[in-house]
């Protein structure tokens, strides 16, 4: 079957650095996607890998290793506003995005 | 416009009734998308169009149908609502359905409640 699996929660400090993983396992695989999403909002696109190695887009960055079925989204200087859900999806064969439940990011001052 | 639209924002809906939630996307996007998120679980397709005149079904389609008449609207129907489709609804679109860069791009959802 197919499955994505990441933390539900995490707390994290104002300023610092948090890892957010992700496992995936899939019928075929087209890429990795992380999306941010607001508690009562759309989610919105972040980042997308497709090949093994580390991709960084300001103070974001996502990581890939294809062999491992494992991602991760590195987020640096948090601020408040990073606090939001943070939702893995994996593409399978047939190009459709299978999704994780999410992981709620706390961020304390 | 700008970007992708759903109204209703919000329902509540008695068992039993038919519903029409409704998509409509200004990108020229080839691709939409329905979605249903619940809490603890993560975003479940329920139907999707890689092009207009063309439908598919997702992950859990039982209970909902789409049309894709065009190439902007793509709406939602349920036939006879049931208690287990209070749900929150996303509708999204892409550029393509069928390449590696599925950039998809969301609405901002429809709350439905069927009591």
């Known amino acids: 079957g197919q499955n994505i699996d990441q933390p539900t929660e995490m707390t994290a400090t104002e300023g610092a650095i948090v890892q957010i993983n992700c496992t995936y396992q899939?019928?075929?695989?087209?890429?990795l996607f992380w999306y941010q999403q607001h508690a009562g909002e759309a989610p919105t696109f972040l980042s997308y890998?497709?090949l093994d190695g580390l991709e960084e887009k300001g103070r974001f960055s996502s990581f890939l290793s294809r062999s491992k079925g494992y991602s991760y989204l590195l987020l640096k200087e948090l601020q408040m506003k990073d606090s939001a859900s943070y939702l893995c999806?994996?593409?399978?064969?047939?190009?459709?995005?299978?999704w994780g439940a999410g992981t709620k990011l706390i961020i304390k001052p | 416009i700008a970007g992708i639209t759903q109204a209703p924002t919000s329902q509540i809906l008695a068992a039993g009734r038919r519903m029409t939630l409704r998509c409509t996307q200004d990108?020229?996007?080839?691709?939409m998308y329905w979605y249903r998120q619940d809490l603890g679980l993560g975003l479940r397709l329920i139907h999707y169009?890689?092009?207009?005149?063309?439908?598919g079904k997702g992950e859990v389609p039982d209970g909902y149908s789409v049309s894709r008449a065009n190439t902007d609207d793509f709406p939602l129907t349920l036939a006879s609502a049931v208690p287990s489709q209070t749900s929150v609804y996303f509708c999204?679109?892409?550029?393509?359905?069928?390449?590696?860069?599925?950039?998809?791009?969301f609405g901002p959802g429809t709350r439905l409640t069927v009591l």
């Open positions: 999204a679109s892409s550029d393509s359905g069928t390449s590696l860069t599925n950039e998809q791009f």
């Open positions: 990108m020229r996007h080839n691709a």
């Open positions: 169009s890689n092009t207009a005149g063309t439908t």
């Open positions: 899939t019928s075929g695989f087209n890429g």
């Open positions: 890998n497709v």
């Open positions: 999806a994996a593409m399978d064969s047939n190009y459709q995005l299978i």
